[in-house]
């Protein structure tokens, strides 16, 4: 998460995600000499798959360890019927090029956000879940700015011990 500028998520993100999705809820281990390189988190949904979550370490790039588990996810979801593979969104045009290479096909997707009644978003828009666009896009040059300066300055050790509280505030 540091590469892309964002703040990481917290164990108990991760905790509740399987609690949510339970049964549904996929993910892949990619080892070396007895270290986790790469790791791919995805949920299943009617006949499709969602990937999530593919943290890597960069170091070990050039042994492809996410082609690895792309397709040992791939390979499962073959085997038991799934009929569409989410690669998920496009941040950077390598990303592009990687999920092209697989065939995927890139598509513009949306989101939409179900905020709480006492998050701060919706109060302010009048208790209706209307934030501007410019609040949550990505290209807004306070949301780069804030980006960089996480991605190039925050230390690492720093990060993962603010980075989960960044995160539970963000949408509050």
Not at 76 to 85: A, K, M, P, Q, V
Not at 107 to 118: M, S, T, V
Request: aromatic share 16%.
């Amino acid at each position: 998460m540091k590469r892309f500028g964002t703040p990481p998520h917290s164990l108990d993100y991760f905790l509740n995600k399987l609690k949510c999705f339970s049964n549904d809820l996929k993910l892949y281990l990619v080892t070396k000499d007895g270290l986790v390189v790469a790791a791919l988190m995805g949920f299943t949904c009617g006949k499709n798959i969602h990937i999530t979550k593919n943290p890597s370490l960069k170091k070990f790039w050039n042994c492809r360890p996410n082609d690895l588990a792309h397709w040992e996810f791939i390979k499962w979801g073959c085997e038991h019927g799934y009929t569409s593979f989410d690669f998920g969104p496009v941040r950077y045009e390598n990303q592009k090029r990687y999920k092209e290479k697989w065939g995927a096909k890139i598509q513009n997707n949306y989101i939409f956000y179900l905020y709480p009644e006492n998050s701060r978003l919706r109060q302010g828009y009048g208790g209706q879940a209307k934030p501007s666009k410019q609040n949550l896009t990505t290209h807004n040059l306070g949301f780069k700015f804030i980006s960089f300066i996480w991605k190039y300055f925050i230390p690492i050790s720093l990060a993962q011990h603010l980075g989960p509280i960044i995160r539970k505030r963000l949408a509050r």
